[in-house]
């Protein structure tokens, strides 16, 4: 089984949240349309979605208000996108160029903007307080998020800092999928919080491991170049790791390189070998393991039904994938 099964079992569900989607980028602005379609088509693996979905169908099944939400934070998402590549100066995005690079920094910022604008009005639509406060909440742990990553500096930065921020950043979205779709399910306060602890803790493994996938040498199915995140000075934890466990030379050698203007293919090359010497990737996957097996403890208090399976599946595949 694979993450594509998962997507395939709930493919018509997904297909009317991609038709919802899409309805609502048929505006009278070509360039929003454009734009907006070109990344949510560029590949996303609608987890968020697939979340909504599941946990709901858990609770007695997906319907309009499911697939309001799931679109919504998809919308969210892409509108985090949008700005990140921006903030980043990143230049590809899924494989192919960002948006920015296309349209511009300019429209890309105001597209992520009406995207965002879209999601909040669809879920207060849906006149649902605690989900419509979820979302607020998220959203602004989100924007802290990218703030602690944009001072965080390579000097001081340690694994706890990390985590703060991924949580902040990705794991609060997974978080706020799992736990709207038990809301619109009818589950329990309770139930509701196992879930959000459970896309709390899938979205750390998530994000772990996409930035350990930053670093693998092989690129044939990782949407994007070797050491992207070197290049943009990210300090995520296969970074964080080296700093902490490489020889006082190579520690150096580190720091000379993050200072420098521009980080080339070479230096990126150049760290890829350090990590493997030390063997950070491992370190790393473990870790997300770690949040893996996490997640799938909060399911314990939750109906055992073929959904809690598919869920505790889901949270060992994001761990396994491989792009």
Request: net charge negative; glycine share 6%.
């Amino acid at each position: 089984m694979n993450l594509n099964d998962l997507f395939h079992e709930i493919k018509d569900d997904l297909g009317q949240v991609e038709a919802l989607i899409h309805r609502q980028l048929n505006t009278e602005i070509p360039l929003l349309n454009e734009l907006a379609a070109y990344i949510l088509d560029s590949g996303g693996k609608r987890l968020r979605p697939a979340l909504v979905i599941y946990c709901s169908r858990m609770f007695g099944g997906a319907d309009e208000r499911t697939y309001i939400a799931a679109g919504s934070l998809e919308f969210l998402h892409t509108a985090t996108l949008l700005h990140d590549d921006v903030v980043d100066e990143a230049d590809t995005r899924r494989a192919q160029r960002a948006a920015r690079m296309v349209w511009g920094n300019p429209a890309s910022v105001l597209v992520g903007d009406y995207l965002l604008a879209t999601a909040f009005r669809n879920l207060t639509k849906l006149g649902n307080q605690d989900v419509l406060d979820t979302i607020s909440h998220t959203t602004t742990l989100m924007a802290k998020g990218e703030i602690l990553q944009l001072i965080r500096g390579y000097e001081s930065a340690t694994e706890a800092d990390y985590l703060t921020i991924i949580i902040n950043k990705t794991a609060c979205l997974f978080a706020a999928a799992a736990k709207i779709g038990g809301a619109f399910g009818d589950a329990s306060p309770e139930q509701c919080e196992a879930l959000y602890r459970y896309g709390n803790d899938i979205g750390i493994a998530f994000q772990i491991v996409d930035d350990a996938l930053d670093y693998v040498e092989d690129r044939s199915k990782v949407g994007k170049p070797l050491g992207t995140d070197l290049k943009e000075r990210k300090v995520t934890l296969p970074l964080s790791r080296l700093l902490q466990v490489s020889s006082g030379a190579e520690r150096e050698r580190l720091q000379a390189m993050l200072a420098k203007d521009v980080i080339e293919d070479a230096d990126v090359l150049e760290v890829a070998g350090m990590m493997k010497t030390h063997d950070v990737l491992p370190y790393t996957l473990g870790e997300a393991r770690k949040y893996a097996e996490q997640a799938r403890a909060h399911l314990a208090v939750l109906p055992d039904v073929h959904e809690r399976f598919v869920l505790s599946e889901m949270a060992r595949l994001v761990v396994e994938r491989e792009f």
